[in-house]
């Protein structure tokens, strides 16, 4: 129970008049009746303030809400006693968390039920958790506020960001696809499975041609082939300090699941089993699967993975992987290669190409271009940038190596990673490499 801002504001009036009586003694008088008005006022208010029911308030929040999206909290508040009341709500929300539209303020009268909203941003995944709500009502007269703790426990689970594949499900249904940096190039004819027979079209090849049919039907028949479907996809998922590395506020890890999670999207749509090899401790595995509901399990398997540099390091788990047996798959390597390990990784890699058609993402930080395009007004910037320079030609040279060795190399920026992830399988798809 505290006094309230009304409360604070009049008790300038008896203590102005207090200061003014040491001049003019007459108003001592006055000012101790109001001061005695104004504290038996307040205390009648706390006392009828104690007495009082309280308000029903109830918590509404999705339980699996996507990193970096602003998401909806919803308050209800219901008021059943015999008065009007105005009150001050605060909601206690995971700290990590960025918050817009708290403190809430309101008003109620009997029977009467507010609804509040307000929203919250994360940038952290995995499990969290909203503790206590905090409820301030005003006394009667407005002097006095009581403050009241609810214990209303929710856990929310954050999600890697599966808005953006639903973004890029959106586009491609209404053929925009190009607007996502993803280049759909049609089949004309020619593709690995047999989809069906119709007639022919100008431009057919002649060996499309197919001849018994045309001459059951009198006319000329073409088969009509798709792209291969039934094949497997596997990520290797690097969990390592590797990729704790941020740009624009999300960091490198964040950005490679994203990216994973879109192409596992895509490659569910294409009939393709996908599955999932993260280097943690321990490793999580999930075998290839072509159902939908394998993008949930990836998400549940993904969701509380936070890059970490005691985790085993990504030969390791190579490695490992390599022992495990899989048959051929298209084998999606997502890391960010370091001089230090040059040697080691291409060996492993190349051993795995015998078996696997490896895709390597080798993410670069856009500090390091940025470094490279400033001007340079320093011996510093120029030592820097000698440095940048130096480090960008050994990784190119490397990237080159591996691509003699039949490796495939995605060397981009994370905020480029979803395109070019889903434009280079796609590509491999057309070339029938899987």
């Not at 207090?18 to 006055?30: E, G």
């Not at 339980?63 to 605060?90: A, C, D």
């Not at 996809?233 to 590395?245: A, E, K, M, N, W």
């Not at 395009?373 to 320093?378: D, E, G, K, T």
Request: with cysteine.
């Amino acid at each position: 129970m505290i006094p309230a801002r009304r409360t604070l504001y009049a008790a300038v009036f008896p203590l102005a008049l207090s200061i003014i009586a040491l001049f003019f003694p007459r108003l001592q008088s006055l000012s101790i009746i109001f001061a005695s008005v104004l504290t038996i006022a307040m205390v009648i208010d706390m006392i009828l303030l104690s007495f009082s029911v309280y308000p029903v308030i109830t918590r509404v929040v999705s339980p699996i809400i996507p990193i970096g999206h602003w998401s909806t909290v919803t308050l209800e508040i219901t008021w059943h006693g015999l008065r009007t009341i105005k009150y001050e709500l605060f909601d206690g929300y995971p700290p990590s968390f960025t918050l817009k539209g708290l403190p809430i303020a309101g008003k109620l009268t009997r029977g009467q039920s507010n609804r509040h909203m307000y929203e919250i941003l994360p940038v952290d995944r995995g499990d969290f958790t909203f503790s206590f709500l905090h409820l301030r009502v005003s006394g009667v007269l407005g002097l006095a506020q009581n403050r009241k703790k609810y214990i209303l426990p929710d856990t929310i689970k954050v999600y890697p960001d599966f808005q953006a594949f639903i973004s890029y499900t959106m586009l491609g249904k209404i053929n925009h696809l190009n607007l996502a940096g993803i280049r759909s190039k049609p089949l004309r004819g020619e593709g690995f499975d047999f989809h069906q027979l119709r007639e022919y079209r100008s431009g057919d090849e002649r060996r499309q041609i197919d001849w018994k049919a045309s001459n059951r039907f009198r006319k000329l028949i073409s088969r009509e082939y798709q792209q291969s479907c039934d094949q497997k996809v596997i990520f290797f998922l690097d969990s390592s300090g590797r990729l704790s590395s941020s740009d624009n506020g999300l960091g490198h890890f964040d950005q490679v699941l994203n990216a994973a999670l879109l192409l596992a999207h895509t490659a569910i749509q294409q009939r393709d089993a996908v599955g999932m090899y993260v280097v943690a401790r321990p490793p999580r595995w999930l075998k290839p699967c072509s159902s939908g509901n394998q993008l949930g399990r990836i998400q549940k398997m993904t969701y509380d993975l936070k890059p970490a540099d005691d985790t085993p390091d990504v030969i390791t788990g190579l490695e490992k992987f390599e022992t495990m047996g899989c048959s051929r798959s298209l084998l999606i390597l997502m890391t960010n290669i370091t001089q230090e390990d040059s040697r080691e990784m291409y060996q492993v890699i190349t051993a795995l190409s015998k078996k696997h058609v490896v895709l390597l993402c080798s993410l670069r930080e856009t500090v390091l271009d940025h470094v490279r395009q400033r001007r340079l007004r320093s011996l510093d910037d120029a030592l820097l940038y000698g440095a940048v320079t130096d480090f960008l030609l050994k990784r190119k040279r490397y990237h080159t190596q591996l691509k003699q060795a039949g490796i495939h190399i995605i060397d981009t920026h994370p905020v480029a990673l979803p395109a070019a992830l889903v434009n280079n399988y796609l590509s491999l798809k057309r070339q029938g490499s899987l």
